[in-house]
């Protein structure tokens, strides 16, 4: 199994934010090689001020990864935003716990390279998403 070392940084006001040992097990699913990692879990502003400095778009998104380092030690940052994740539980039907962890391995997997620009691509991480997800005992984040 991959080291992991992990931080949560919690700066968000939102309170139904999971643990960081909830966190840690949703990184170590979707890990495939030794790994530092900071979630860092914030609000709108600092969400739409992240996307807009570094993805040049002015809306918060729910889920943003910077990697620093390249296999085989992976080193990065992933910034979910929580009002944006809550909302889109709701406006999905989802438990809010479950995209919580699909944006979690969702940002892991960018981590490790994979991305969804290209349809190939993008089927492939949607594969390796719904895997881990239903390893870790949710249902496939894509359905209905």
């Not at 991959?2 to 170590?28: I, K």
């Not at 910077?66 to 999905?92: H, K, S």
Request: charged share 20%; proline share 5%; hydrophobic share 45%.
């Amino acid at each position: 199994m991959p080291q992991l070392d992990f931080s949560l940084q919690l700066v968000s006001q939102v309170t139904d934010v999971p643990a960081a040992a909830t966190f840690r097990r949703w990184v170590r699913a979707a890990l495939r090689v030794d790994t530092s990692l900071t979630i860092r879990i914030v609000d709108a502003e600092e969400g739409r001020a992240l996307n807009g400095a570094y993805r040049g778009r002015d809306y918060a998104t729910n889920v943003l990864t910077f990697p620093l380092t390249e296999e085989p030690y992976l080193m990065g940052d992933i910034v979910i935003c929580a009002p944006v994740v809550a909302r889109e539980a709701i406006e999905q039907g989802k438990p809010l716990l479950a995209h919580y962890a699909h944006m979690t391995v969702h940002g892991v997997l960018h981590l490790h390279g994979y991305d969804h620009e290209v349809e190939a691509q993008a089927e492939l991480m949607e594969a390796m998403e719904i895997a881990v997800m239903q390893k870790l005992g949710f249902a496939n984040p894509y359905a209905g």
